[in-house]
C-alpha cells in the first residue's frame, strides 16, 4: 500500500518528510547507526545480496512497536541466514539494544536514524511533527529493487505481517 502523503497519530493528522517509496523501484541509499563493539554504520550496501525486511516503527519503547519488532523476529526464524531483516527506528542504538537484550530479539538486527533522519527522509517515514519514524515495512530483492512497501495509515496500528514475510519468503526461494 503506498503512502498518501500523510498519516495519523491517534488520529491527528501527521506530516511525512521525503518522497514514498514504492514496489517496483530501486531502494534509496541511507545510513543508520547501530551499536556493536563500538558505533557502526549501517547502509543500503550491507544489506544488498539477500531479500531484506525492513520494519520501520517509531520507538522500540511502546507497545505497538514493540510487537512488531517481536513478531516479525519470531516469523523470521525458520529464513535463517537467507536473509537480512532489520528494524529501523529513531531510538538511540543502546536503547534498541537493551530492548533487543530483554525480549531475546536474535533474528533481525536493529539500527537508529537518530543521527540525521537519512532513512526517514529518503524512505518517506519521517512525522516532520514529532522527529520520529512513521510505521511502514519494506521488502527488498538481493539487488535492492524494493518489492513490498506498507505505510501504515495509523501509527498505533499493527502492520501487514502476513503479506510482507510472504513476499520476503518468495524472493528467499
Known amino acids: 500500500m503506498s503512502r498518501s502523503g500523510a498519516v495519523t497519530f491517534k488520529g491527528a493528522p501527521m506530516t511525512l518528510?521525503?518522497?514514498?517509496?514504492?514496489?517496483?523501484?530501486?531502494?534509496p541509499d541511507f545510513t543508520t547507526h547501530y551499536f556493536e563493539g563500538g558505533m557502526q554504520t549501517l547502509t543500503l550496501a550491507d544489506l544488498k545480496?539477500?531479500?531484506?525486511?525492513?520494519?520501520?516503527?517509531?520507538?522500540?519503547?511502546t507497545g505497538v512497536c514493540a510487537t512488531q519488532t517481536k513478531k516479525f523476529n519470531d516469523q523470521l526464524g525458520e529464513l535463517g541466514d537467507k536473509v537480512h531483516a532489520v528494524t529501523i527506528s529513531a531510538d538511540l542504538p543502546f536503547a534498541m539494544n537493551r530492548f533487543c537484550g530483554a525480549e531475546s530479539i536474535k533474528n533481525l538486527r536493529v539500527a537508529s536514524d537518530y543521527q540525521d533522519r537519512s532513512f526517514g527522509k529518503a524512505y518517506g517515514t519521517l512525522i516532520e511533527e514529532l522527529k520520529i519514524e512513521c510505521r511502514a515495512v519494506f521488502v527488498?530483492?538481493?539487488?535492492?529493487?524494493?518489492t513490498y512497501a506498507q505505510y501504515v495509515d495509523e501509527v498505533t496500528d499493527e502492520p501487514d505481517y502476513e503479506t510482507a514475510i510472504a513476499e520476503l519468503k518468495k524472493l528467499a526461494g
Open 17 to 27: 518528510a521525503g518522497q514514498a517509496v514504492d514496489a517496483g523501484q530501486p531502494a
Open 49 to 61: 545480496g539477500k531479500p531484506t525486511l525492513i520494519s520501520v516503527v517509531p520507538s522500540l519503547d
Open 140 to 146: 527488498l530483492a538481493a539487488d535492492g529493487k524494493v
